[in-house]
């Protein structure tokens, strides 16, 4: 299968190794990746700050970055629930509502088209040492993505994945959130990690870079013993072993 993928600017910027590991499964899996290097923002960040021209402006050149008739992968849940549920709110009734629809329908986040779409779960990953899943906001609810990520790295050999306390509850990031009610922000980011060291996990994963970025902040910033990891990045580990 030939898929093009959508990188985020978050992980096109901080976290380049996540988005070569995404290129990495997804060839594993058998698909033929094709990058358009022009791609940039899908316009969450303005959309959630209430500047909705701004976002209409970004999300309609990422309408014309992508083809309508192509499958589209991304390793982020957020920026695909912005495609799929808030693109109605910009280009409904508009010149792109058609070319929109299409694409809202093609557009997958990673651990939801591998499980779903190829039916592939096993990758040859070996992490050692134990682990708990972080369920984003936008993946949970927007993308509705749950026992899929569980079910990839259930297949990791030597990583324990264990249950997390209110596992369902925000990180405490939201984006501009973070920024407008830090307090608030770090007080949640600091429940999600004790709830983490508690169950004695060595990392938190998550399909959203978004969210490890807020709990890595964190975690440095404490000095914890416990590091986050974004699920492509746990899937194209220890290949080397194999």
């Known amino acids: 299968m030939t898929i093009e993928l959508f990188i985020p600017c978050f992980i096109d910027q901080l976290y380049p190794d996540t988005a070569f590991n995404t290129v990495k499964v997804l060839e594993k899996a058998g698909c033929t990746v094709n990058y358009n290097p022009e791609q940039t923002c899908c316009g969450q960040p303005a959309f959630n700050a209430g500047f909705w021209d701004d976002a209409k402006a970004v999300g309609s050149k990422f309408l014309n970055d992508f083809k309508e008739d192509s499958i589209i992968v991304s390793p982020s849940a957020s920026c695909t629930g912005m495609v799929r549920n808030y693109y109605n709110d910009l280009f409904t009734n508009t010149t792109s509502h058609n070319k929109c629809r299409n694409i809202q329908s093609n557009i997958y986040e990673l651990s939801d088209f591998l499980v779903n779409i190829l039916q592939v779960d096993y990758f040859g990953a070996e992490l050692e040492g134990r682990a708990v899943y972080h369920d984003s906001c936008a993946g949970l609810r927007e993308c509705k993505i749950k026992d899929e990520p569980r079910q990839l790295l259930s297949k990791v050999l030597g990583l324990e994945l264990v249950d997390l306390k209110d596992n369902e509850t925000c990180c405490g990031f939201g984006g501009t959130f973070a920024v407008k009610f830090d307090g608030i ?19 938190i994963i998550s399909t959203d870079a978004s969210c490890l970025l807020h709990l890595q902040g964190y975690i440095d910033k404490n000095n914890l013993p416990i590091k986050t990891i974004h699920i492509a990045d746990v899937l194209a580990h220890g290949w080397g072993n194999v």
């Not at 429940?191 to 990392?203: E, F, L, P, T």
């Open 185 to 203: 922000s770090t007080a949640m980011a600091q429940q999600k990690v004790d709830n983490a060291i508690a169950a004695k996990a060595d990392y």
